[in-house]
Every structure is written in C-alpha cells, then in structure tokens.
T-cell receptor
C-alpha cells in the first residue's frame, strides 16, 4: 500500500518564476492538504482540496493556487516566486467521505523548494 | 489566529532517560496530534487524541489531551537513539456541524537529541 508520494523531491527556481508541485494521496484517501514548512518551523496550512474544490484556505496570498484531479491527486502552483517561498512543501492526505468527517492526515516526504 | 506554544524547543538526554514535552494553546482544539519528523522526511503520526482528558499510549510513547482542551503533553519512556528527531504537536478544530474545516495548526517543534 503506497503512502503519500510527492514530486519532485527537490527544486531550484529563481525569483519571479512559477512552480508546480505534485502529490498523490494514500490509497483510499480523497482529501489533500498542502502545508509550507520553513526551516526550523512547524508546517503552516496553505489549503485543502476535496471533490476537486478548494475547501479551506490558510493565510497565504493568491500566488498560491491548487488543483485536485478526479483521481484525488493534487497540484500546488506558486506564481511570481519570492525568496521567502523557499521551504519544504508538504502534502497530507486523509479520508473525508460522505459523512464529512475527515480522518487523520498522513504526510508525504515533501518537496524542497529553493528560490534564488 | 490560533497559535501553539510548544516546549521545550530542544532537549539533550541520555539514552534510557524519560522525556516530556508539551503544547499549550490560546484556543480550544477538538483533536490533538503528535508527529515526529526525521531530516528530509514528512511528519509521521505518533498518537492521536480525540477527547478531553484522554490518555493514550503507543509503545513507549504516552500522550494526554488536557481537560481544558487547550493543552497536551507527550512522554517518551526509556529513550533510545532512534528517538532522535523533531516532535511536533498539532491541534485541529471543527468549524461547523459537518466538520468541514479540518486544518491542522502545528507547534514549532521540539528537537530531541539522545546521547549514548
């Protein structure tokens, strides 16, 4: 049973560029959440996707956008990259189902983004 | 917004010693979670707590959900070298009756070093 997978593992971009990160949830999970983890800090919630819609959003600008596909996988897009966007980007998946109760979140290994 | 204060920030202990760390919040949480993160990896769930006053164990790990729902602690007994890593607490709230808001708020982490 594959856990949460993310790609790529590492990425280097320059200021102003755009980046797309990808996540495949754990088998049986239908909800994907994205987090940003700066060095030495805990993860910060970016947004959550369920049924291909953004359901909740943290305190992040519109430069951060996402998408969820019918197979529950997800992408995180960041436009106009800033130096401060350098971080580990974590994807977490969980099961929500029709009852609306979300199961515990399981994290992927993350994508390390460096903005130069 | 919600904030979690996690302490201590770092700990150096001898192998075999017991460890205790805690989290406090200015807000009430419905769920408390404890994660461990190794370098280059995503957080791995250790223990989940769902009821105020709940005490749950997972091997040498024991965690409690505070009665006020604003705090939680994690104990590790008889520490071993593989306990080294960063431990994060995380709280989760339910914003409405359908439980649709399930973002996690993380503490800043406790870096644990186990000396031989």
């Amino acid at each position: 049973d594959a856990g949460v997978t993310q790609s790529p593992t590492h990425l280097i971009k320059t200021r102003g560029q755009q980046v797309t990160l990808r996540c495949s949830p754990k088998s049986g999970h239908d909800t994907v959440s994205w987090y940003q983890q700066a060095l030495g800090q805990g993860p910060q919630f970016i947004f959550q996707y369920y049924e291909e819609e953004e359901r909740q959003r943290g305190n992040f600008p519109d430069r951060f956008s996402g998408h969820q596909f019918p197979n529950y996988s997800s992408e995180l897009n960041v436009n106009a990259l800033l130096l401060g966007d350098s971080a580990l980007y974590l994807c977490a998946s969980s099961f929500r189902g029709s009852r609306g109760q979300t199961d515990t979140q399981y994290f992927g290994p993350g994508t390390r983004l460096t903005v130069l | 917004g919600q904030q979690l204060n996690q302490s201590p920030q770092s700990m150096f202990i001898q192998e075999g010693e017991d460890v205790s760390m805690n989290c406090t919040s200015s807000s009430i949480f419905n769920t408390w979670l404890w994660y461990k993160q190794d370098p280059g990896e995503g957080p791995v769930l250790l223990i989940a707590l769902y009821k105020a006053g709940e005490l749950t164990s997972n091997g040498r790990l024991t965690a409690q959900f505070g009665i006020t729902r604003k705090d939680s602690f994690l104990n590790i007994s008889a520490s071993i070298p593989s306990d080294v890593g960063i431990y994060f607490c995380a709280g989760r709230t339910t914003h409405n009756s359908s439980g649709s808001a399930r973002q996690l708020t993380f503490g800043s982490g406790t870096q644990l070093t186990v000396l031989p």
